[in-house]
């Protein structure tokens, strides 16, 4: 049975909740033809309920513990050992996401998260900065493609990201690797992080998963590559970029994205919600500035978004300023400010997803130190943060975005 608290909604009652056990049970039949043996597919049940349920933490010992094995050894070797593809129980879970959160306004948003872990051992850990620790530590980052809309979102792809300490050709690298079972083609050099979103990118487009518009931060957006991939295959995307970016002009030349704010009249901008927070609508300053077409008949705008009020201290005058914006945008003709503010605004359900997999379903409370275990847990986890999705989806009444401006 799922534990009570598994739903937290507020909308179902005990019976309700309890009857949600024969609908877990039919998902993980669902891929049942994924594992090779009966063996595997009870850990897959017992490692899911584990993860849904209210253990203090989510590693092996504890989900072991839940499901009344005598220590992790049996949930260790299905990680580890068992006969089952990672990517295959991968494109279950996006498939049975995005049935259940395919809308008009869906968004695909890629996204990196970390982990911070000790020791040297742990396949991708290195020195690097983590956005979970705001600094450099000891950590294992990862990419991920989170699909989200009106009606919920969570990850539906995940990528490993190995460093530079990882990345080489020399016999003690080469071992080092091959004791983690990392494979050789990601071992000799590095993929960047934007190389890593472009390829779980590529499968959802190639699984046909319906979305509006790609989002990601300026880490994503300031690589001209990916852009340039995208402009290639007709995605619409809103990427935030830096201020220094040099952003294409219908004639032919080049500015710099502060440059180009320089520009705008004060009456240009508008006051818009570009999404509901924690206090309210979240109220931006918003401008956009037309740039050079792409191929075809797509075009390029400048989204600008400015703070209402002073906040954020300028390192030359030490005065406070207002905060400002820029997204590179490739959107089809005839896209309208509110559009662009509406999708700009929905890049932040990939932290929502992060904290749902990491508060609900133990994203980060893995304890494996395998290029292949660190895949299936991951997988196993968006198995089990899909399915809280899906329910919650059926249940929590869609918040409409408020685009009109303010008066």
């Given at each position: 049975?799922?534990?009570?608290?598994?739903?937290?909604?507020?909308?179902?009652?005990?019976?309700?909740?309890?009857?949600?056990?024969?609908?877990?049970?039919?998902l993980?039949a669902?891929?049942?033809?994924v594992?090779?043996?009966?063996?595997?597919?009870?850990?897959?049940?017992?490692?899911?309920?584990?993860?849904?349920?209210?253990?203090?933490?989510?590693?092996?010992?504890?989900?072991?513990?839940?499901?009344?094995?005598?220590?992790?050894?049996?949930?260790?070797?299905?990680?580890?050992k068992?006969?089952?593809?990672?990517?295959?129980?991968r494109?279950?879970?996006?498939?049975?996401?995005?049935?259940?959160?395919?809308?008009?306004?869906?968004?695909?948003?890629?996204?990196?998260?970390?982990d911070?872990?000790?020791?040297?051992?742990?396949?991708?850990?290195?020195?690097q900065y983590?956005?979970?620790?705001?600094?450099?530590?000891n950590?294992?980052?990862s990419?991920?493609?989170?699909?989200?809309?009106?009606?919920?979102?969570?990850l539906?792809?995940?990528?490993?990201?190995?460093?530079?300490a990882?990345?080489?050709?020399?016999?003690?690298?080469?071992?080092?690797?091959?004791?983690?079972?990392?494979?050789?083609?990601r071992?000799?050099?590095?993929?960047?992080?934007?190389?890593?979103a472009?390829?779980?990118?590529?499968?959802?487009?190639?699984?046909?998963?319906?979305?509006?518009?790609?989002?990601?931060?300026e880490?994503?957006?300031?690589?001209?590559?990916?852009?340039?991939?995208?402009?290639?295959?007709?995605?619409?995307?809103?990427?935030?970029?830096?201020?220094?970016?040099?952003?294409p002009?219908?004639?032919?030349?080049t500015?710099?994205?502060?440059?180009?704010?320089?520009?705008?009249?004060e009456?240009?901008?508008?006051?818009?919600?570009?999404a509901?927070?924690?206090?309210?609508?979240?109220?931006?300053?918003?401008?956009?500035?037309?740039l050079?077409?792409?191929?075809?008949?797509?075009?390029?705008?400048?989204?600008?978004?400015r703070?209402?009020?002073?906040?954020?201290?300028d390192?030359?005058?030490?005065?406070?300023v207002?905060?400002?914006?820029?997204?590179?945008?490739h959107?089809?003709?005839g896209?309208?400010?509110?559009?662009?503010?509406?999708?700009?605004?929905?890049?932040?359900?990939?932290?929502?997803?992060?904290?749902a997999a990491?508060?609900?379903?133990?994203?980060?409370e893995?304890?494996?130190?395998?290029?292949?275990?660190?895949?299936r847990?991951?997988?196993?986890?968006?198995?089990?943060?899909?399915?809280?999705?899906?329910?919650?989806?059926?249940?929590?009444?869609?918040?409409?975005?408020?685009?009109?401006?303010?008066?």
């Amino acid at each position: 049975m799922l534990p009570l608290g598994v739903v937290q909604t507020g909308d179902l009652n005990e019976f309700e909740i309890r009857s949600l056990d024969g609908e877990l049970e039919a998902l993980c039949a669902s891929v049942d033809d994924v594992f090779a043996r009966p063996a595997s597919r009870e850990n897959l049940r017992a490692m899911v309920r584990g993860l849904l349920s209210e253990v203090p933490r989510k590693n092996l010992w504890q989900l072991a513990e839940f499901a009344g094995h005598p220590n992790p050894d049996r949930l260790q070797g299905f990680l580890a050992k068992a006969a089952w593809d990672a990517d295959e129980l991968r494109d279950r879970v996006r498939a049975y996401a995005v049935a259940a959160l395919a809308a008009d306004d869906a968004v695909l948003i890629a996204d990196e998260t970390g982990d911070i872990k000790k020791g040297t051992k742990t396949a991708g850990v290195q020195r690097q900065y983590t956005g979970t620790a705001g600094r450099i530590e000891n950590a294992q980052v990862s990419v991920h493609l989170s699909y989200g809309s009106n009606r919920g979102r969570t990850l539906i792809d995940r990528e490993l990201y190995l460093g530079r300490a990882w990345a080489g050709t020399t016999a003690e690298h080469e071992h080092r690797c091959a004791e983690q079972d990392i494979p050789p083609e990601r071992a000799t050099e590095v993929a960047t992080k934007p190389e890593l979103a472009r390829r779980i990118l590529e499968r959802a487009l190639e699984a046909d998963v319906p979305f509006t518009y790609f989002l990601a931060d300026e880490a994503y957006g300031q690589c001209r590559a990916l852009r340039a991939w995208l402009e290639e295959r007709r995605v619409r995307y809103v990427l935030a970029i830096s201020k220094n970016e040099a952003v294409p002009l219908p004639d032919g030349r080049t500015r710099q994205a502060r440059e180009l704010y320089a520009l705008v009249p004060e009456e240009t901008f508008e006051r818009r919600s570009c999404a509901g927070g924690a206090k309210g609508p979240r109220e931006y300053d918003w401008a956009s500035v037309q740039l050079g077409p792409t191929a075809g008949d797509f075009e390029r705008h400048l989204l600008i978004r400015r703070s209402t009020v002073p906040n954020r201290k300028d390192k030359k005058t030490g005065a406070l300023v207002r905060e400002i914006a820029y997204f590179l945008c490739h959107t089809h003709p005839g896209a309208t400010l509110a559009e662009l503010i509406t999708a700009a605004g929905q890049r932040w359900m990939v932290e929502e997803a992060f904290q749902a997999a990491k508060g609900q379903a133990g994203l980060d409370e893995h304890e494996v130190r395998k290029w292949c275990s660190w895949y299936r847990h991951t997988t196993v986890c968006m198995l089990a943060m899909a399915f809280l999705t899906a329910v919650r989806s059926r249940h929590i009444p869609a918040q409409p975005t408020p685009l009109a401006p303010r008066a």
